[in-house]
């Protein structure tokens, strides 16, 4: 027996689900040499569809491989190499959309923002799926992207008002992990090195050269199909179908009455005879051919390759790929690539089986069998050499430990991804769009951007696209959010004109918001109609005000004007009352009828609620004067209207106004609310020159 060294062999397990496999081999140059291999079967069925269920006894047959080859090549083995079922991974397809406010041109941190949103939306997707499992995403890849939904390769530069993207991301349960190094610590080994079984497969049979090829790997094993993607030299996606070989077996067990293991003996002959022979379990030999065992089975293959196609194409945009390569046991069923071509559209060719006579650079000194299940044992060990390291990446983001899987070449947006930070604390969210209308037009101004993330690399600025390396030390200060714009009436409309009415100075244009006037300190609000009102003539200035004409003269420096007098800045105008003749006695009897008619509709008004009752009441022991000859005015705003009052004897309350405004108090549509000045009051307060008042209903 050749001497060698252990400090240069690499010693790597397969731990299937009907099988556990051991290689031993060391590198020569750019080759894998193969030195020895052992292969051993579960007892009992320890392990099912590729997850292991009873450590102690997996840990068992590990043992026994370990000793087989520790035995025959002399050496202790205390290292090991392993790799995480494929099937293990969770793979989910999710759609994110980002819109714009306007015809946007497309940056890469659009699309890096878009990408980091869907990442969250799978993760979201997975944590409702599986609730008491603790997942981690293994990678994740774009299927397509979309511009105002045409399909783009690259959306980098485009202009559009939306960006939407389909895109896989991948999880790995951390269970997973924890039984396989559960079973190899059990069996007195350290794991130096792990990777994945799709990835450990391609790294055997698809050299790196073609992987720029949009391919496609199955491993059809006992418990499960597992498949893996490449395209643009990385793997992209992963996913699984929970049929495989032991769906067959299963089959033959039923039809001919045998054991498991006689059922997987029938299944094995039936690739290298075309006559196979076994016994039953009643003890009845038996004989038939290929084509018998067939008929029995390709149904079976018929639904599994059927399957499996489907998530191919699932996870590759649904377009087939350019190839399939099929590995594991079950790839040597009965017409197994012949089908999936078919179900995929390819040509039959296109559908290769690989076993260990095409691996390249690779050299066999042991022996082993020529078959498609032993591709995966044998690429644990060349991922291995050829990466000398974890296939697992460890990085710091701001001071948190983060395991990232090396399926690619790894960038801070996988750390910050693993980490869970969330997009909007990378990418800021825009403030949000001020619309409104302007004298009819749609008017927009837009929210602040926001300042995005800043990202330092072991001290040094980066970008979120930037390569890192396990040890990497990486800090993320989260970006400040865009706020919505504040804006004015001021900021919008200058002022053209000051005009001073009796005490009061208006700013000209006037401007009235949603039909109310309004002060240029007025803060624009979303969905505003906003309506500038110019004002160049005193008609149109008292028309504005809901003063009246009659009975009064507007005078500037002492001379009348006339309703069409141009207004000039810095005006100062005052109101002149002209006196009238005393009313005759059948006027004052027709304005006495008028206000005892609007005091009976006050009261009927009012008791709706007991508040206004006892006002009402109040009023009706109020002497109400008759009006006197004119000789001054009271102005009242109401409501955001000037109303000028005839000064009398007698003080005006505020049960008074309602002879001067639009309030129909006959149908009640509330409580009543009176304020003034900005306070509540009452129906019996006196009023004075200059008072604000508010009245509304509060329902």
């Not at 006002?615 to 705003?637: F, K, R, T």
Request: glycine letters at 6%; proline letters at 2%; one cysteine or more.
């Amino acid at each position: 027996m050749k001497a060698y060294l252990k400090e240069t062999l690499c010693f790597g397990l397969d731990i299937g689900t009907r099988t556990v496999v051991g290689v031993v081999g060391y590198r020569d140059g750019d080759q894998f040499i193969l030195v020895d291999y052992e292969c051993r079967a579960h007892e009992e069925r320890a392990m099912m569809d590729g997850q292991i269920h009873d450590i102690q006894k997996v840990a068992r047959v590990v043992y026994e491989v370990k000793l087989a080859l520790e035995k025959r090549l002399d050496i202790i083995l205390e290292e090991v190499a392993i790799a995480a079922a494929g099937r293990s991974l969770s793979t989910q397809m999710v759609e994110i959309v980002q819109e714009f406010d306007e015809v946007h041109e497309v940056t890469l941190a659009d699309i890096h923002h878009l990408e980091l949103e869907g990442v969250e939306k799978a993760k979201l997707k997975q944590q409702e799926m599986s609730t008491e499992t603790d997942y981690y995403c293994v990678a994740y890849s774009v299927v397509q992207y979309y511009l105002e939904d045409y399909v783009m390769a690259n959306l980098e530069g485009h202009k559009g008002h939306q960006i939407k993207a389909r895109l896989i991301a991948t999880f790995l349960p951390k269970q997973v992990i924890d039984s396989l190094y559960s079973v190899t610590e059990r069996a007195e080994l350290t794991v130096s090195h792990l990777t994945l079984e799709p990835i450990a497969a391609i790294n055997a049979v698809i050299p790196e050269q073609i992987r720029l090829l949009n391919l496609a790997l199955v491993d059809i094993g006992a418990g499960t199909s597992d498949i893996a993607m490449t395209k643009e030299g990385s793997v992209v996606a992963y996913g699984m179908i929970p049929n495989a070989g032991d769906e067959v077996t299963e089959a033959i067990v039923h039809k001919y009455l045998v054991d498991f293991n006689m059922a997987e003996s029938i299944k094995k002959q039936a690739t290298e005879k075309e006559t196979i022979e076994f016994t039953d379990i009643i003890g009845i030999s038996h004989s038939i051919t290929k084509q018998e065992l067939g008929e029995v089975i390709l149904p079976i293959i018929e639904t599994m390759t059927c399957q499996i196609a489907e998530r191919i194409l699932k996870l590759n945009g649904d377009v087939a790929p350019n190839a399939v390569f099929c590995v594991g046991g079950g790839s040597q069923m009965f017409e197994v690539t012949k089908r999936l071509a078919k179900h995929l559209g390819l040509a039959e060719e296109r559908v290769a089986l690989r076993s260990t006579e095409h691996l390249v650079k690779f050299k066999d000194e042991a022996g082993m069998m020529n078959s498609p299940e032993m591709i995966t044992p044998l690429g644990i060990c060349m991922t291995m050499i050829q990466d000398k390291f974890s296939q697992f990446t460890f990085v710091k983001v701001n001071g948190k430990k983060v395991q990232l899987l090396n399926a690619k070449k790894l960038t801070i947006l996988d750390a910050i991804i693993a980490v869970g930070i969330e997009h909007s604390a990378i990418f800021p969210k825009k403030g949000n769009t001020l619309m409104f209308k302007m004298n009819g037009e749609r008017q927009r101004i837009k929210g602040d951007n926001g300042v995005p993330a800043s990202i330092l690399l072991n001290g040094q600025e980066a970008s979120i696209q930037e390569h890192i390396k396990d040890g990497d030390d990486i800090q993320v200060e989260l970006a400040t959010h865009g706020v919505t714009p504040e804006v004015t009436i001021g900021n919008l409309v200058d002022v053209e004109k000051t005009i001073k009415l009796e005490d009061q100075s208006y700013e000209l244009p006037f401007i009235r918001v949603n039909d109310r006037w309004v002060n240029r300190d007025y803060k624009i609000l979303a969905n505003d109609t906003v309506e500038v009102v110019a004002i160049h003539t005193l008609e149109a200035l008292l028309s504005a005000l809901d003063i009246s004409m009659a009975n009064k003269c507007i005078t500037k420096d002492f001379k009348t004007l006339d309703a069409g007098y141009s207004l000039q800045d810095g005006d100062t105008l005052l109101i002149d009352i002209i006196p009238v003749k005393e009313q005759s006695v059948e006027s004052m009897e027709k304005e006495e009828v008028q206000l005892e008619e609007v005091q009976s509709e006050e009261t009927t008004a009012h008791q709706t609620n007991e508040l206004v009752d006892k006002e009402v009441e109040e009023i009706s022991q109020v002497e109400i004067h008759e009006p006197a000859i004119l000789d001054e005015n009271l102005y009242i705003m109401v409501n955001g209207k000037n109303i000028i009052l005839p000064k009398k004897e007698s003080e005006y309350i505020l049960a008074s106004i309602f002879d001067y405004i639009e309030f129909d108090l006959s149908k009640p549509q509330g409580t009543i609310q009176l304020i003034k000045n900005g306070e509540s009051t009452t129906l019996i307060d006196v009023l004075h020159d200059g008072d604000i008042l508010e009245i509304y209903w509060k329902k």
